[in-house]
């Protein structure tokens, strides 16, 4: 539709559709959890972002070689764009298929299979678990199944702390992407040559060694308390980097800023992605990641009235980009605060737990 349209409307219609595509990234990702065991949750979910990094690096080294050596228009990129979804969608029919539906045309399953506990849960009730285990085999609807994953994930405090930070970190991260080329034009409005095509392809060259770094340096070497930690300390690095591309005249310093932001969201998306997956029951992995991409999308649609629209305060691009960067500064705090507020919580109530043991 980009190629063929010139009406407002046909572009919100694209809009609709684009987003409805944007959405199948969930199941891919729940594909690939469902086809590897839960161990290597963090390498896999590693290389998928990494692929999907790897895959906006070779669009950017494009669409900069086709506009600096003047084989092509922007326009005329669209056509690229849609031969290769042809491709991925032709490619997609090759991949080997998950051996199980999870929710509809199920096999008789034990109901506890559904609520297994969780072995990362602050607390648990020898009870409930006992009773778990012995329920009888039973066929769930798929409403129930539903319910019963979401119940079960969002009542995991490790799975909402990673869950927030996931939404969180997307939606500041589109956010910034998103309107990065207005903001370079604001900078630079006339610029001899236009280096976006070629930022973007090491921003991305960058955010997919990242993925796979943080696949290996967290897998298994990290706690969660000292994952949710390191996370603070990078974003209030990605927000730091996201005020020197807005508070500089500079346009090859505002680069840096953004190669820098996406180098370092790279890293953190990746933690959390495999965070929140090894804190799920195997099953759920495509409804808790679509409720957070669904409440990421919220974020940003909040971001976008508040921050650009006529009904918010309409900034210029430079104010609007230091809102970006105290977003992920103050989340970085919160999310401090919270580790600290953890670690005196626990390290009282072992010092309980100590001296009630020598009473006795």
């Known amino acids: 539709m980009l190629i063929w349209t010139t009406s407002l409307l046909s572009l919100q219609i694209l809009e609709f559709f684009y987003g409805t595509y944007m959405a199948a990234e969930v199941a891919y990702y ?3 959890y469902a086809k590897v065991d839960k161990k290597y949750y963090p390498r896999v979910t590693s290389h998928t972002r990494a692929a999907m990094f790897a895959g906006k690096l070779i669009s950017g080294i494009t669409s900069q070689l086709m506009i600096n050596l003047e084989l092509m228009n922007y326009r005329q990129l669209n056509y690229i764009t849609l031969a290769t979804q042809i491709l991925a969608m032709l490619w997609a029919f ?4 998950v051996d199980k539906s999870l929710y509809f045309h199920r096999a008789p399953l034990r109901e506890s299979s559904t609520a297994a506990p969780q072995s990362n849960q602050l607390q648990l009730e020898p009870d409930r678990v006992s009773q778990q285990m012995s329920s009888p085999q039973v066929q769930s609807s798929p409403m129930h199944l539903l319910w019963q994953h979401f119940h079960n994930a969002y009542t995991n405090p490790r799975v909402v702390q990673w869950s927030l930070w996931y939404a969180i970190g997307l939606a500041g991260y589109l956010q ?4 990065m080329q207005v903001l370079w034009k604001f900078i630079e409005p006339e610029p001899q040559i236009a280096w976006n095509g070629a930022v973007d392809a090491v921003l991305t060259a960058l955010a997919a060694l990242s993925a796979l770094a943080a ?8 706690r969660p308390r000292a994952s949710l930690l390191v996370l603070s300390v990078l974003s209030a690095l990605e927000g730091s980097s996201v005020l020197i591309c807005c508070w500089t005249n500079d346009i090859y310093w505002s680069y840096v800023g953004f190669v820098i932001f996406g180098g370092l969201y790279g890293f953190t998306i990746t933690v959390a992605s495999a965070e929140v997956a090894r804190n799920l029951q195997e099953e759920s992995f495509g409804l808790v990641f679509g409720i957070n991409t669904l409440l990421a999308l919220v974020f940003q649609s909040l971001l976008t009235v508040i921050v650009v629209s006529e009904t918010g305060f309409e900034l210029n691009p430079v104010d609007q980009y230091a809102v970006y960067a105290f977003y992920f500064i103050a989340v970085a705090i919160i999310y401090f605060i919270s ?8 390290r009282g109530l072992q010092e309980v737990h100590t001296k009630t043991e020598n009473l006795e």
């Not at 090759?94 to 298929?97: D, E, I, T, V």
């Not at 696949?215 to 990290?222: D, E, K, M, P, Q």
């Open 30 to 32: 729940t594909y690939i």
């Open 339 to 346: 580790v600290l507020v953890e670690h005196i919580w626990q």
């Open 94 to 97: 090759g991949l080997p298929k």
């Open 176 to 179: 910034v992407t998103y309107y």
């Open 215 to 222: 696949g290996y340096l967290h897998s298994g070497r990290l």
